[in-house]
């Protein structure tokens, strides 16, 4: 009961704070939180939003569906020996740490514009995190566990089941976490650029037109959107952890 | 250098040397990806030539302002949230979930606010990087063993000393994590928000480039954009690891 008055008490500090800068700032550089959830409501019932959703989405999803399955892939081969995961930490760090963002024409230029290289652009945010989430999770497994499978004479398919997978899962949700957040910044940076769809498009096609609460709206509806899907992402690490 | 080192130095030059011989062979065509060797020579004709320099110089000094402005309140507010337990509790979630929301996408209302100059890229840059500082702040603060704080009390310090001499050199390495990651955001918010709309830096010079099919400043400027970031971001990686095993004594 405490965390959810907490909750709602956040809830009102932060629609507190925008009136306020809303109040400071002036009609034309911050719409109200009132005026932003009318135009937010006028856009969820025109069919062209829902497009521009529908595009992100897909984009979004194939990204993660990348992210996860390369991330965890990769972060295996490189986690089943000590030297290949010490050799390859600080260049998969080097790697997360770099504004990929000046990668893009790359991308770009080997995908075309479209689909594909908004999926590869998130794709490459998104893969990283998980990758060394991974890594670090099965160099970390106990060795104890390990010898214990040997003393059952566990087959492989056995040790990998009911061993290594319950050691590593909630480190590996904690990357995908990261890598789902991440994935989703990527694609979205990705239609900021070059594109003429989806929900990122809608936001700087809005900049070019001065159309503040459309810009307003659609951010309001991305972060809803991104932190429900980090809380029951959380929640579901949570339970994992127990 | 260790083992690893060695290898690792021997991967990513063998990998270099593949992608040249890919493009030299003309597997990868030169209108999708230069030779590195080509790149290297456009980056060293732009620097010698010097027509980038405003954008470079600019690029850097929005870099160095907010992250140190991100350091600087970010640091501020951790000590005054840590200072404040009902307020802290309160805002935990949000400072959980700040991360997961593409904070990015208020860029274009900076730029509706401050008009399309430094002043928006430094907000956006700040706005990406300042929770990091806040967060680490916050565990530095935390971790503080409390013997440290027993011992002070024993020495009967006054406020101001026992802040200096000792809750700051112990919540130090944390900081300096916290300063490590604000640095790091700050310059991907710099780089993307001068990518995406801007009129000067680096990230604009290279979205210039590729609008224009100028593949080679393109790929110079890219290259530079990636060394400056691997160098700065590895070397203060390096001193964290150091002054982490410092505190694991």
Same mark, same amino acid.
């Given at each position: 009961?405490?965390?959810?008055?907490? #909750?709602?008490?956040?809830?009102?500090?932060?629609?507190?704070?925008? /009136?306020?800068?809303?109040?400071?700032?002036?009609?034309? &550089?911050?719409?109200?939180?009132?005026?932003?959830?009318?135009?937010?409501?006028?856009?969820? /019932?025109?069919?062209? #939003?829902?497009?521009?959703?529908?595009?992100?989405?897909?984009?979004?999803?194939?990204?993660?569906?990348?992210?996860?399955?390369?991330?965890?892939?990769?972060?295996?081969?490189?986690?089943?020996?000590?030297?290949?995961?010490?050799?390859?930490?600080?260049?998969?760090?080097?790697?997360?740490?770099?504004?990929?963002?000046?990668?893009?024409?790359?991308?770009?230029?080997?995908?075309?514009?479209?689909?594909?290289? *908004?999926?590869?652009?998130?794709?490459?945010?998104?893969?990283?995190?998980?990758?060394?989430?991974?890594?670090? &999770?099965?160099? /970390? $497994?106990?060795?104890?566990?390990?010898?214990?499978?040997?003393?059952?004479?566990?087959?492989?398919? /056995?040790?990998?089941?009911?061993?290594?997978?319950?050691?590593?899962?909630?480190?590996?949700?904690?990357?995908?976490?990261?890598?789902?957040?991440?994935?989703?910044?990527?694609?979205? $940076?990705?239609?900021? #650029?070059?594109?003429?769809?989806?929900?990122?498009?809608?936001?700087?096609?809005?900049?070019?037109?001065?159309?503040?609460?459309?810009?307003?709206?659609?951010?309001?509806?991305?972060?809803?959107?991104?932190?429900?899907?980090?809380?029951?992402?959380?929640?579901?690490?949570? %339970?994992?952890?127990? | 250098?260790?083992?690893?080192?060695?290898?690792?130095?021997?991967?990513?030059?063998?990998?270099?040397? +593949?992608?040249? &011989?890919?493009?030299?062979?003309?597997?990868?065509?030169?209108?999708?990806?230069?030779?590195?060797?080509?790149?290297?020579?456009?980056?060293?004709?732009?620097?010698?030539?010097?027509?980038?320099?405003?954008?470079?110089?600019?690029?850097?000094?929005?870099?160095?302002?907010?992250?140190?402005?991100?350091?600087?309140?970010?640091?501020?507010?951790?000590?005054?949230?840590?200072?404040?337990?009902?307020?802290?509790?309160?805002?935990?979630?949000?400072?959980?979930?700040?991360?997961?929301?593409? %904070?990015?996408? #208020?860029?274009?209302?900076?730029?509706?606010?401050?008009?399309?100059?430094?002043?928006?890229?430094?907000?956006?840059?700040?706005?990406?990087?300042?929770?990091?500082?806040?967060?680490?702040? +916050?565990?530095?603060?935390?971790?503080?063993?409390?013997?440290?704080?027993?011992?002070?009390?024993?020495?009967?310090?006054?406020?101001?000393?026992?802040?200096? +001499?000792?809750?700051?050199?112990?919540?130090?390495?944390?900081?300096?994590?916290?300063? *490590?990651?604000?640095?790091?955001?700050?310059?991907?918010?710099?780089?993307?928000?001068?990518?995406?709309?801007?009129?000067?830096?680096?990230?604009?010079?290279? &979205?210039?480039?590729?609008?224009?099919?100028?593949?080679?400043?393109?790929?110079?400027?890219?290259?530079?954009?990636?060394?400056?970031?691997?160098?700065?971001?590895?070397?203060?990686?390096?001193?964290?690891?150091?002054?982490?095993?410092?505190?694991?004594?």
């Amino acid at each position: 009961m405490r965390r959810l008055g907490d #909750f709602i008490l956040l809830v009102a500090g932060i629609v507190v704070a925008w /009136q306020g800068l809303h109040w400071l700032a002036g009609d034309v &550089a911050l719409t109200s939180p009132w005026r932003t959830l009318l135009r937010l409501g006028a856009l969820m /019932q025109s069919e062209t #939003f829902w497009g521009h959703v529908a595009e992100t989405g897909r984009a979004f999803a194939a990204a993660v569906a990348i992210s996860l399955a390369g991330g965890v892939g990769i972060g295996t081969l490189l986690g089943l020996s000590r030297t290949s995961a010490i050799v390859s930490e600080p260049v998969l760090l080097a790697l997360y740490s770099l504004p990929k963002v000046t990668l893009y024409p790359l991308v770009l230029l080997c995908f075309g514009l479209g689909i594909s290289a *908004k999926i590869a652009f998130g794709a490459m945010h998104g893969l990283i995190p998980v990758a060394i989430f991974t890594m670090k &999770a099965i160099l /970390q $497994i106990k060795p104890v566990y390990w010898r214990t499978a040997r003393a059952l004479r566990l087959t492989p398919r /056995q040790v990998a089941l009911t061993v290594a997978l319950p050691a590593v899962l909630p480190e590996v949700l904690s990357g995908a976490r990261l890598g789902f957040s991440l994935s989703l910044l990527g694609v979205l $940076i990705g239609e900021m #650029f070059a594109s003429k769809r989806g929900l990122g498009f809608l936001i700087t096609n809005a900049m070019g037109l001065g159309d503040i609460a459309t810009i307003m709206a659609v951010a309001l509806f991305i972060s809803v959107f991104a932190i429900a899907a980090n809380a029951a992402l959380l929640a579901l690490e949570r %339970t994992v952890h127990r | 250098m260790t083992r690893e080192g060695w290898i690792r130095l021997a991967v990513v030059a063998a990998l270099v040397a +593949l992608l040249e &011989a890919l493009c030299r062979g003309g597997v990868i065509p030169r209108t999708v990806l230069l030779a590195p060797s080509d790149m290297a020579v456009s980056l060293w004709q732009i620097l010698r030539e010097g027509q980038h320099n405003t954008d470079i110089v600019s690029t850097f000094r929005n870099v160095a302002l907010s992250s140190a402005l991100s350091v600087t309140l970010g640091f501020a507010l951790g000590v005054v949230i840590h200072a404040l337990p009902r307020l802290r509790a309160t805002i935990e979630p949000l400072l959980a979930s700040y991360y997961a929301v593409p %904070t990015f996408m #208020f860029y274009p209302v900076f730029i509706v606010v401050f008009g399309v100059n430094a002043a928006a890229i430094i907000a956006i840059a700040v706005l990406l990087s300042i929770v990091a500082m806040v967060t680490s702040t +916050l565990t530095g603060l935390d971790r503080i063993p409390a013997v440290l704080r027993k011992t002070a009390r024993v020495y009967r310090m006054s406020f101001a000393k026992r802040a200096l +001499l000792i809750d700051l050199p112990a919540a130090a390495p944390h900081l300096f994590t916290g300063a *490590k990651l604000a640095f790091a955001y700050a310059f991907i918010g710099v780089i993307a928000s001068e990518f995406i709309l801007s009129g000067q830096g680096v990230g604009y010079a290279i &979205a210039y480039a590729y609008n224009n099919f100028d593949n080679r400043t393109m790929y110079g400027l890219m290259l530079l954009v990636i060394l400056a970031a691997v160098t700065a971001n590895t070397a203060l990686d390096v001193i964290d690891r150091r002054l982490q095993t410092r505190l694991r004594r």
